[in-house]
C-alpha cells in the first residue's frame, strides 16, 4: 500500500515538474528570442558596436541575461531528467533510481543556480510580468525538484526496491554439497 502512495506522489510531482520545466524553457526562450530580434541586429555587412554584451538583455534589468541564459538551460536538463523519472517510476528498481536521482541533482542544482540569479533580479528590481513568472516558476521549481528528490530516495530506503543480486540468487539453482561430518544417505537400487 505504502509503495503505491509514494509512487503515485512521485508521478504526480515528475508530471508538475515536468510541465513547470516546459513553461520556464518556453518563458526564457522567448525572452532570448525577443533580445536576438530587438537587440543585435546590425544591418548587412556592418560590425557589432564596441560596447556589444552578449548578456545585455533590453527588458528586465542587469541580472536578466544571465538569469534567462541558466533558467534556459536548466529547463532543458529538467525536462531530460523527468524523462530519465518517467523510466525510473515504470521500473521501480535500484538500478535505475541511480541514473534518476544523479539527473535529478544535476537538474536541480542548474534549477538552485538560476533560482539564486531569480533572487537578485528580484532584489534589483524593474522587471516585466513574464519575467515575474519565470522567477515564480523557479522558486516553486526547487522546492518541487526537491520533494521529488527526497521522495524517490525515501521509497528506496523503504525496503521496496530488489537489486540485480537478489534477483540473481533467487533464480539462480545451486546444489550444496554435503558438509563435513553429515551422513550421506545412499540410495539402493
Not at 520545466?21 to 522567448?30: E, K, N, P, T
Request: glycine letters at 12%; aromatic letters at 10%.
Amino acid at each position: 500500500m505504502a509503495l503505491g502512495v509514494v509512487k503515485s506522489l512521485a508521478g504526480f510531482l515528475l508530471l508538475l515538474n515536468f510541465c513547470m520545466f516546459l513553461v520556464v524553457g518556453a518563458i526564457a526562450g522567448w525572452a532570448l528570442n525577443n533580445t536576438l530580434d530587438h537587440t543585435y541586429y546590425t544591418g548587412r555587412g556592418r560590425a557589432l558596436p564596441l560596447g556589444f554584451s552578449p548578456i545585455y538583455f533590453p527588458m528586465g534589468n542587469e541580472a536578466t541575461g544571465f538569469m534567462v541564459v541558466f533558467a534556459l538551460i536548466a529547463a532543458v536538463v529538467g525536462a531530460a531528467s523527468c524523462l530519465s523519472g518517467l523510466h525510473h517510476l515504470r521500473v521501480w528498481g535500484a538500478q535505475s533510481l541511480a541514473s534518476s536521482a544523479a539527473s535529478s541533482m544535476t537538474a536541480w542544482a542548474l534549477t538552485l543556480l538560476a533560482m539564486g540569479l531569480a533572487c537578485k533580479e528580484i532584489h534589483i528590481g524593474g522587471r516585466n510580468t513574464k519575467l515575474k513568472i519565470l522567477e515564480s516558476l523557479l522558486l516553486i521549481l526547487c522546492g518541487t525538484k526537491l520533494w521529488y528528490i527526497l521522495l524517490i530516495h525515501a521509497g528506496f530506503f523503504g525496503g521496496n526496491y530488489c537489486s540485480y543480486q537478489d534477483t540473481y540468487v533467487a533464480t539462480t539453482t545451486t546444489t550444496a554439497e554435503p558438509q563435513k561430518g553429515s551422513t550421506n544417505v545412499a540410495s539402493s537400487g
